[in-house]
């Protein structure tokens, strides 16, 4: 038969092995559920988000328009009947008929750069979606990683509450054979019954948060499941802030609508030139009466009409190019200095991240591991431990929080840079 040492000593080691899992707790979410990453995200987006299905259909009605501009002006045929009898019983005189067909040719050049205009429109309103995009992205990125935030804690949560209920049922048998105070089952108990509230509390707000998330997405609330924080974008690659500055130069949808624009109104300037001559005009028309038969073709030669209008237009054009290039300078300007916030602000976070994995981490694990061999051979008390055991907890609650930080950055980075997805070797 064991002595009662040796059996309060196996107590005690099953108690503190319980609560060191919660030393390496992974943060989990259902076996059988598909996370949601951020691909996925943007794709359920593009097809429940009203906004984004309208500026969709902006765009092709834009398109449309390209094949309109590419159209001729459609021919004209005239017929006309003279000289026929009106009254029955009354005899023409010499009737005539006349048949003419015209057709309308732009001045040179116009139809291409009517074309051209067209095309700049699908361009404008394709940088208008990328707006709208980046906008519902922004929105939805802090709720998403929310989630998954709120999901690690619960898990974290739920491994602590269920170690602190078979510990409460370790600590009454100390109790009952002598080995420790009733009040410190009486703490247990207490610690037990907040930590159930909590976990509780987090469920709602994990369920709220989950239900708004699946509703900007067009999913069903109970289907939705999200990745794990530190899987939510992809590893780590090499760091460069002048190719995320390059990149959002060239990718950020307001200055893509910008260059849109002034190179619409530098076109602009040569339709109003080629606006300012005549249209060609061609005929063919066949006359006939009784006596005879007429076939002729005309011509109309274009002149110039660069009036005070069209001088007034271009002189318009020229102001607006001008007052949007300035524009567009200052704008690239604040463009870059965001990046460069939002890359520094990843570097931060991922410097919190390895401090409390490489120092904070592994120095509460000695604290907790000093706790449970003074506790266990008789030298410490079990407040001690519960002491270290709750800052190990504390600990693990920062790293949670630190991931969720840093996939916050991460993410405000690449939208910063106006992308939707990651590029392969510049992801921080």
């Not at 984004?52 to 309109?68: H, K, M, P, W, Y």
């Amino acid at each position: 038969m064991q002595s009662l040492d040796t059996r309060t000593r196996m107590l005690r080691v099953g108690f503190i092995c319980g609560y060191l899992g919660l030393s390496s707790s992974a943060v989990a979410i259902g076996a059988d559920a598909v996370p949601l990453g951020w691909p996925g995200l943007v794709s359920a987006l593009e097809q429940a988000d009203p906004e984004l299905v309208a500026a969709r259909g902006e765009v092709e009605s834009q398109r449309a328009l390209v094949d309109q501009a590419r159209v001729w002006s459609n021919p004209e045929l005239e017929l006309e009947l003279s000289d026929l009898a009106l009254r029955e019983g009354e005899d023409p005189v010499d009737p005539r008929v006349r048949v003419a067909w015209s057709i309308e040719q732009p001045p040179p050049g116009l139809i291409g750069r009517r074309i051209a205009l067209a095309e700049f429109a699908v361009r404008r309103a394709e940088a208008e979606l990328g707006m709208v995009r980046q906008e519902r992205l922004a929105a939805l990125l802090p709720q998403w990683i929310e989630v998954s935030r709120l999901n690690g804690a619960l898990s974290l949560a739920n491994e602590s509450t269920a170690r602190l209920h078979e510990n409460v049922e370790l600590t009454r048998q100390l109790v009952n054979e002598g080995e420790t105070a009733g009040t410190d089952l009486r703490r247990l108990e207490v610690e037990a019954g907040l930590a159930e509230s909590s976990r509780a509390s987090l469920e709602r707000e994990l369920t709220t948060t989950r239900g708004l998330v699946a509703l900007q997405l067009g999913l069903a609330p109970d289907s939705l499941e999200i990745a794990p924080l530190q899987k939510l974008f992809p590893p780590n690659a090499a760091l460069d802030l002048t190719i995320w500055q390059s990149l959002a130069l060239t990718h950020r949808p307001e200055l893509l609508r910008d260059r849109a624009e002034l190179d619409r109104l530098t076109l602009e300037q040569q339709v109003a030139d080629a606006e300012g001559r005549s249209s060609l005009s061609y005929s063919v028309f066949v006359e006939s009466t009784e006596a005879e038969t007429t076939v002729g073709a005309g011509l109309t030669i274009p002149l110039r009409q660069d009036g005070n209008g069209t001088r007034a237009t271009q002189q318009s054009i020229a102001r607006r190019h001008e007052a949007l290039t300035d524009a567009l300078e200052l704008r690239e300007a604040q463009v870059t200095v965001e990046v460069a916030v939002h890359f520094a602000a990843v570097q931060a976070a991922r410097a919190q991240v390895a401090e409390l994995e490489a120092v904070v981490v592994p120095a509460a694990d000695a604290v907790l591991a000093t706790a449970l061999f003074a506790w266990r051979e008789g030298e410490g008390s079990l407040l001690n431990y519960l002491d270290a055991q709750r800052q190990r907890i504390s600990i693990n609650e920062d790293l949670l929080d630190g991931h969720a930080a840093l996939a916050t950055a991460r993410g405000e980075l690449m939208l910063a840079a106006g992308l939707t997805t990651w590029p392969e070797d510049t992801t921080p």
